[in-house]
C-alpha cells in the first residue's frame, strides 16, 4: 500500500498532467480560431478589392 507521500505525489503528478494538457489544448484551439479569423479577413479584403475593380470597369 503506498504511503502518504506516494499518495501525494501521485495526485501532484496527475494533476500537472491534466493542467498541462489542458494549456496545449487551450492554445491549439487559439490558434485554429486565429488562423481562421485571417482567413476570413484575407478573404473579406480580396472581395471588397474585387467590388472595386469592377465597379470601376
Not at 506516494?6 to 503528478?13: E, H, R, V
Request: net charge positive; glycine share 8%.
Amino acid at each position: 500500500m503506498p504511503s502518504a507521500k506516494q499518495l501525494a505525489d501521485i495526485g501532484y503528478k496527475t494533476f500537472s498532467a491534466s493542467m498541462m494538457l489542458l494549456t496545449v489544448y487551450g492554445g491549439y484551439l487559439c490558434s485554429v480560431r486565429a488562423y481562421r479569423y485571417l482567413q476570413l479577413r484575407s478573404a473579406r479584403r480580396q472581395a471588397a478589392e474585387e467590388q472595386k475593380t469592377s465597379g470601376v470597369l
